[in-house]
């Protein structure tokens, strides 16, 4: 059964950083596209970070571009995203997402992880 499996995430201050990461298993990783898309209390599914199968092509939001950085490990099955200068607005469940199309910033992947939350005080 493919598991997608969330770390990282909690309270943070604003301007602070944290480190999301998502472990797949079950799943020829290396054949999948990756992405975080996030969903913020009582708002539709957002995306955030996208990135190629080989790790070559990034694709962010233009909310969180210059701030987040995804990137992949394709040795260790796993995606993360690196959050830095963090605003309230950030505040979300995060989720990571795998498809194995190539990389797009729609919703429509194929697998999900069941989220972690991540909440930004002013």
């Known amino acids: 059964q493919v598991q997608l499996v969330e770390s990282g995430g909690g309270l943070v201050q604003a301007g602070g950083s944290l480190r999301l990461s998502c472990v797949v298993s079950?799943?020829?990783?290396?054949?999948?596209?990756m992405a975080w898309f996030r969903q913020a209390s009582g708002k539709e599914r957002q995306f955030v970070a996208s990135i190629s199968k080989g790790g070559s092509s990034t694709f962010y939001s233009d909310s969180v571009k210059g701030r987040f950085t995804i990137s992949r490990d394709n040795a260790k099955n796993t995606v993360s995203l690196q959050m830095n200068s963090l605003k309230p607005e950030d505040t979300a469940v995060y989720y990571c997402?795998?498809?194995?199309?190539?990389?797009?910033?729609?919703?429509?992947?194929?697998?999900w992880g069941q989220g972690t939350q991540v909440t930004v005080s002013s």
């Open positions: 079950e799943l020829s990783f290396e054949a999948y596209s």
């Open positions: 997402a795998a498809r194995s199309r190539i990389v797009g910033v729609t919703p429509d992947y194929d697998y």
